[in-house]
């Protein structure tokens, strides 16, 4: 299965409850506070790589290729003799990036089928042609490999950064549709809406005031949880070769440049691995431990 995962509520338990809890960083807990400080430090070097990187991530020194982390360098050369250390911070703009934009692209996208999808089922027979339509369409792309669907949107759009976030924008908004259109169906049939229609209230004003907001908050949280999701997605296609090109430093793109070297100079490989999966991890981790807090609902 690919794309996003749909959140289940306990039993009894409306959309609309906040969790019960604190506020700030007693709140997140001891696992939720140290992600969020991983993430902070991600932010500061996608802002700032310069602070945390030093050297130049594209200087090319051929005398100092391959070398082994040191004092010098802390994550060794790669072949061209460039600072991996300052190639994996400056990457982290580019991940960050890719990973908040397709989750932008994909949670926008997946709002708009869900919406059109849940109306549509009690809007006449137009409505209900549109919601089988969109229905179908988003199973059969939830059950495909995301990647095999990034890939397919990469084939029509060509590589590069900008198709290699809307490939995983796309690709994840299936999921994403399917939470809102159940949500929204779950939404009209409520006591709530029912009530708003006895009172005469325009069916344009139940939307806007009692449908969409029932689907938007959960589609959020799922949301903070996509972001890791979209990171990885990311740099398993420059990891392709079809995202960010060389010599830009980007995270799956170092992946692959490593392959060659895993035997003579692993920490060319070793360090944006790392880089992926803390900082995936870490923002995953960030993203459960406010939904608990009931901040994102």
């Not at 749909?6 to 906040?18: H, N």
């Not at 369409?137 to 890939?151: D, G, H, I, K």
Request: charged letters at 10%; hydrophobic letters at 55%.
């Amino acid at each position: 299965m690919s794309g996003i995962a749909e959140p289940s509520l306990p039993a009894g338990r409306s959309t609309d409850e906040r969790p019960a809890g604190g506020r700030g960083p007693r709140a997140l807990g001891v696992p939720g506070t140290v992600a969020g400080a991983v993430v902070l430090l991600a932010v500061v070097a996608a802002a700032w790589p310069a602070l945390l990187g030093g050297a130049d991530p594209l200087a090319v020194h051929p005398s100092e290729a391959l070398l082994a982390p040191s004092g010098a360098h802390p994550f060794g050369t790669d072949e061209s003799g460039r600072d991996v250390l300052a190639r994996v911070v400056a990457g982290t703009r580019a991940s960050l990036v890719v990973g908040v934009a397709a989750t932008l692209i994909g949670g926008g996208a997946g709002v708009l089928l869900g919406v059109v999808a849940g109306l549509g089922a009690g809007a006449g027979r137009v409505g209900r042609l549109l919601d089988a339509v969109i229905g179908r369409v988003t199973e059969v792309a939830f059950a495909l490999p995301l990647l095999l669907v990034a890939l397919v949107v990469i084939a029509v759009t060509g590589p590069g950064p900008v198709p290699a976030v809307l490939a995983v924008g796309f690709a994840t908004a299936p999921g994403y549709a399917r939470i809102v259109r159940g949500l929204v169906r779950a939404a009209r049939s409520s006591q709530v809406v029912e009530t708003a229609v006895l009172l005469g209230r325009s069916p344009a004003r139940i939307v806007v005031r009692h449908v969409l907001p029932t689907a938007l908050w959960p589609v959020v949280a799922v949301a903070t949880l996509g972001v890791g999701q979209a990171i990885v997605w990311a740099s398993a296609l420059s990891y392709l070769g079809v995202g960010t090109p060389p010599p830009a430093p980007e995270w799956g793109a170092m992946l692959a440049d490593g392959r060659t070297y895993l035997q003579t100079a692993p920490w060319m490989s070793t360090f944006p691995g790392l880089a992926i999966v803390v900082l995936a991890t870490a923002v995953t981790v960030l993203g459960r431990a406010v939904r608990r807090t009931g901040v994102v609902r």
